[in-house]
């Protein structure tokens, strides 16, 4: 597929391949270090959480179905919060590819249809295309060039379509700010979530 040359002069899928590309690399390795750093604190606390627990339950303070209960949870928690495949199973992929991609489809439809597999930009470069071919249309009707009606005509499809690409790139501004803060949001909450 060729890129498109839209108002901001290169093409959707240009800008948000880099961007997402960027981003998940910076989210992979927060979380890489994340991981590196906190697996043996994490394995330290379990085994001192399972001894005060056992202790509990040693002195009648604790039953043993609140102990096992306890302990499995705890382990499970720690499992997926130590594991980087589950989170990117789980949370990352569904969040970055999958919810937008399917959101993708339900604003563009028909009109911005794409093959799968391709990124979700490639549907902001579609529409942006078909507002240009909408262009060309209008200009092709209104090619004579004494006539004030095709002037006007000409004149309005060139605005409108102005106006169009300046609204669809703002809205690829905004997805892409969005994703940025969404993994800022993933970062700080699996932090955040180890820390507890």
Known sequence: ??????????????????????LQATMNAVLAAENGILFPILKALFLIYIGRQFLLTMTGNLTIDRFFGTVIRSGVIIMLVTHSGAFTQYVQDPVFNKIPQAMANMVAGNYAATTTGQPMAAQFDAIAAKGDGITVEIDKVSSNVFSVSDWINSASGHAANGSFQIVLAIIVGIWLLGQTLLGIILCLARISHTDE
């Open 1 to 22: 597929m060729n890129p498109v040359a839209n108002i901001v002069g290169v093409s959707f899928v240009d800008i948000a391949s880099t961007r997402m590309a960027n």
